[in-house]
């Protein structure tokens, strides 16, 4: 019996690449105006649908709030870069000139998380058709039905648009075998993960080129010379959003100790519980981390105001985060906790602040924050912590690109370093030399 499963499941997988690998081979031949064309073709298709696959996605993950969701649905639409990403470069001489450019890997082998899994697919299949590859996209468990419900959609806008099929091919299972058979056949190019700390350990052991977005736990410093009103503001929309299970989020806030009186204020002014008793603390402890400290998973994900009911608390208003004064090694400052309940670790100055600050980061190099008006800090904080994105005076939601400059990536490359993932990203450098001269200068 177990020949047979295993048996069907090299033939599934088999079936989807060569079907991926035939797409790629007629997408090859067609213009980058094809692709162009393809791309404007699924953010037209999508965008009637957004309300409803974020409603579907919510349904289905029991995470976030339907609200967030739209907006990072339409952040993946919008700001995404496209085949203007792929700019080439040229070197010229007496000797000849030398051509870079971008191309396609072949198939490409996407797989997605639960905290972000329709934005991420929308995000990964412009950018790596953009950059002229076939996706097999292999959705999470937790967003099985709405993430094959969005890959028709995508499958209908480019179908329309050029005819080609299956250029982006959806597994209906997540199984670890079938993912182990797809990073291990030869026809597949690249491994793109985004995830948990499971994922990255099984895609990292490919013996294909590998991109992974992996584990992280964002903290936010927080000193004497910081704007307070705008730091607070900044926090609590950054923690509070999609109820903190962006892996961008702030999961933590190490502050100056002279400022936490004028800064709790400011936090509170912004719907936010702030906890420093010691019989409140326990309350929301148990209800978020079990005897393990680990996080509670019925509780990843779930708003502010279900999580001080189920630890028993009446805030009195409407709360959208969750404060708690801590210390540096309490396990809910080490424990990436999915969910909108931040603790707050006091340090005497910045440079301790800085030290607790990469202590409770735990050199995943993901993302961190710093509020401050001092440039010397600013940069020095930035060396130090140096992240994959860094914030300064700014919501974490602005290393994405809402409400900053930053283009929109969902796949954060923290572990093999790419940073924000782009078409570039997914596309290999070659270069193409004409001798003999080339130049006109």
Same mark, same amino acid.
């Given at each position: 019996?177990?020949?047979?499963?295993?048996?069907?499941?090299?033939?599934?997988?088999?079936?989807?690449?060569?079907?991926?690998?035939?797409?790629? +081979?007629?997408?090859?031949?067609?213009?980058?105006?094809?692709?162009?064309?393809?791309?404007?073709?699924?953010? $037209?298709?999508?965008?009637?649908?957004?309300?409803? $696959?974020?409603?579907?996605?919510?349904?289905?993950?029991?995470?976030?709030?339907?609200?967030?969701?739209?907006?990072?649905?339409?952040?993946?639409?919008?700001?995404?870069?496209?085949?203007?990403?792929?700019?080439?470069?040229?070197?010229?001489?007496?000797?000849?000139?030398?051509?870079?450019?971008?191309?396609?890997?072949?198939?490409?082998?996407?797989?997605?998380?639960?905290?972000?899994?329709?934005?991420?697919?929308?995000?990964?299949?412009?950018?790596?058709?953009?950059?002229?590859?076939?996706?097999?996209?292999?959705?999470?468990?937790?967003?099985?039905?709405?993430?094959?419900?969005?890959?028709?959609?995508?499958?209908?806008?480019?179908? +329309?648009?050029?005819?080609?099929?299956?250029?982006?091919?959806?597994?209906?299972?997540?199984?670890?075998?079938?993912?182990?058979?797809?990073?291990?056949?030869?026809?597949?190019?690249?491994?793109?993960?985004?995830?948990?700390?499971?994922?990255?350990?099984?895609?990292?052991?490919?013996?294909?080129?590998?991109?992974?977005?992996?584990?992280?736990?964002?903290?936010?410093?927080?000193?004497?010379?910081?704007?307070?009103?705008?730091?607070? !503001?900044?926090?609590?929309?950054?923690?509070?959003?999609?109820?903190?299970?962006?892996?961008?989020?702030?999961?933590?806030?190490?502050?100056?100790?002279?400022?936490?009186?004028?800064?709790?204020?400011?936090?509170?002014?912004?719907?936010?519980?702030?906890?420093?008793?010691?019989?409140?603390?326990?309350?929301?402890?148990?209800?978020?981390?079990?005897?393990?400290?680990?996080?509670?998973?019925?509780?990843?994900?779930?708003?502010?105001?279900?999580?001080?009911? +189920?630890?028993?608390?009446?805030?009195?208003?409407?709360?959208?985060?969750?404060?708690?004064?801590?210390?540096?090694?309490?396990?809910?400052?080490?424990?990436?906790?999915?969910?909108?309940?931040?603790?707050?670790?006091?340090?005497?100055?910045?440079?301790?602040?800085?030290?607790?600050?990469?202590?409770? +980061?735990? !050199?995943?190099?993901?993302?961190?924050?710093?509020?401050?008006?001092?440039?010397?800090?600013?940069?020095?904080?930035?060396?130090?912590?140096?992240?994959?994105?860094?914030?300064?005076?700014?919501?974490?939601?602005?290393?994405?690109?809402?409400?900053?400059?930053?283009?929109?990536?969902?796949?954060?490359?923290?572990?093999?370093?790419?940073?924000?993932?782009?078409?570039?990203?997914?596309?290999?450098?070659?270069?193409?030399?004409?001798?003999?001269?080339?130049?006109?200068?």
């Amino acid at each position: 019996m177990d020949y047979n499963i295993q048996d069907k499941q090299i033939h599934i997988v088999n079936l989807a690449v060569c079907a991926s690998l035939k797409a790629f +081979e007629e997408y090859s031949s067609r213009s980058l105006n094809c692709r162009r064309d393809i791309i404007s073709a699924i953010r $037209i298709k999508l965008r009637p649908y957004i309300q409803e $696959i974020a409603e579907r996605e919510y349904a289905e993950t029991c995470m976030g709030n339907v609200r967030d969701k739209i907006i990072k649905l339409v952040m993946a639409l919008d700001k995404t870069p496209g085949v203007e990403d792929l700019a080439a470069e040229v070197v010229t001489g007496d000797n000849g000139m030398t051509l870079h450019e971008h191309s396609p890997y072949g198939i490409v082998l996407a797989i997605h998380p639960a905290t972000n899994p329709c934005a991420t697919l929308i995000n990964n299949v412009i950018s790596m058709l953009a950059a002229g590859n076939s996706v097999i996209s292999i959705p999470n468990p937790r967003c099985m039905e709405t993430s094959l419900f969005l890959a028709e959609k995508i499958n209908e806008a480019i179908q +329309e648009t050029c005819g080609i099929q299956n250029l982006l091919i959806t597994m209906p299972q997540s199984r670890n075998e079938i993912v182990t058979e797809i990073i291990n056949h030869p026809d597949v190019a690249l491994v793109v993960a985004t995830g948990g700390r499971k994922m990255m350990s099984h895609a990292l052991c490919s013996p294909k080129r590998v991109i992974a977005g992996g584990p992280a736990n964002p903290v936010a410093i927080v000193d004497e010379t910081a704007d307070l009103e705008k730091a607070a !503001r900044d926090i609590s929309d950054g923690a509070s959003f999609d109820n903190n299970i962006m892996c961008i989020s702030e999961k933590c806030i190490v502050a100056v100790e002279s400022i936490i009186p004028e800064f709790v204020k400011e936090l509170e002014k912004n719907d936010v519980y702030y906890i420093d008793n010691e019989a409140e603390m326990l309350q929301i402890t148990k209800t978020v981390l079990n005897h393990d400290m680990k996080m509670i998973r019925k509780m990843e994900g779930k708003s502010a105001m279900e999580i001080l009911q +189920e630890a028993g608390i009446n805030p009195g208003r409407h709360i959208r985060l969750v404060v708690m004064r801590t210390f540096a090694k309490h396990p809910l400052v080490l424990e990436e906790c999915l969910m909108p309940v931040v603790p707050l670790v006091s340090a005497v100055n910045f440079d301790e602040a800085l030290e607790t600050a990469l202590f409770t +980061e735990q !050199r995943y190099r993901h993302t961190a924050m710093i509020h401050s008006q001092r440039i010397d800090r600013l940069n020095k904080a930035a060396q130090v912590m140096n992240t994959t994105l860094f914030i300064k005076n700014g919501s974490s939601l602005a290393g994405i690109g809402l409400n900053g400059e930053e283009k929109t990536s969902f796949t954060i490359a923290n572990i093999t370093g790419e940073g924000l993932t782009t078409a570039r990203d997914f596309s290999c450098k070659r270069s193409c030399t004409l001798t003999s001269g080339f130049s006109i200068r």
